[in-house]
T-cell receptor
Framework: AQSVSQHNHHVILSEAASLELGCNYSYGGTVNLFWYVQYPGQHLQLLLKYFSGDPLVKGIKGFEAEFIKSKFSFNLRKPSVQWSDTAEYFCAADGNQFYFGTGTSLTVIP | GAVVSQHPSRVICKSGTSVKIECRSLDFQATTMFWYRQFPKQSLMLMATSNEGSKATYEQGVEKDKFLINHASLTLSTLTVTSAHPEDSSFYIC????????????FGQGTRLTVV
């Protein structure tokens, strides 16, 4: 069965720290991968997506993610977080259907 | 960017009544729409996949007779919560897959349903 797992449920960082959020998917076929962000009080927004090509994908607001096929992973990274990055982050996989991970709550301390 | 409009954003209803939530893709055609439910402090849970002109596909454990989904056009899908109960209170979100933009899914604003 298709599934998406995020290992970090709650992450707390200081401003300027580096960020890496883990995401693993399980699906045997071709899969498109996404990271979405939900800022407090707002709806989901697309951060970045991977369909094919360069496995290192750059998104908005300085975020990037790397698709490692052998590890079934699509981790999200940002070299230096800001207080405004405080939000809920969801990894998603679109294979047969569209599935979300459990989400990671990121709190950035000024 | 693509816009998905979900209405209403908040609704309060009495137990036993039905509530309809609309999801519209405003500037693109969506042959596929998804309905999610978000429980407090938990992940989005896929409830069903809605395909235009055909019956929705429900995830295991989701009552299809309670959560009626209709996708009558390429820009509109509706979710009707029938005979609502307090445990149905939740945040419901729809998303629409834009077939012209390599299948990227865009989300509605969500609907906060409170059943009293």
């Amino acid at each position: 069965a298709q599934s998406v797992s995020q290992h970090n449920h709650h992450v707390i960082l200081s401003e300027a720290a580096s960020l890496e959020l883990g995401c693993n998917y399980s699906y045997g076929g071709t899969v498109n991968l996404f990271w979405y962000v939900q800022y407090p009080g707002q709806h989901l927004q697309l951060l970045l997506k991977y369909f094919s090509g360069d496995p290192l994908v750059k998104g908005i607001k300085g975020f990037e993610a790397e698709f490692i096929k052998s590890k079934f992973s699509f981790n999200l990274r940002k070299p230096s977080v800001q207080w405004s990055d405080t939000a809920e982050y969801f990894c998603a996989a679109d294979g047969n259907q569209f599935y979300f991970g459990t989400g990671t709550s990121l709190t950035v301390i000024p | 960017g693509a816009v998905v409009s979900q209405h209403p954003s908040r609704v309060i209803c009495k137990s036993g009544t039905s509530v309809k939530i609309e999801c519209r893709s405003l500037d693109f055609q969506a042959t596929t729409m998804f309905w999610y439910r978000q429980f407090p402090k938990q992940s989005l849970m896929l409830m069903a996949t809605s395909n235009e002109g055909s019956k929705a596909t429900y995830e295991q454990g989701v009552e299809k007779d309670k959560f009626l989904i209709n996708h009558a056009s390429l820009t509109l899908s509706t979710l009707t919560v029938t005979s609502a109960h307090p445990e149905d209170s939740s945040f419901y979100i729809c998303s629409a897959r834009d077939s012209q933009r390599a299948g990227t899914a865009f989300f509605g604003q969500g609907t906060r349903l409170t059943v009293v």
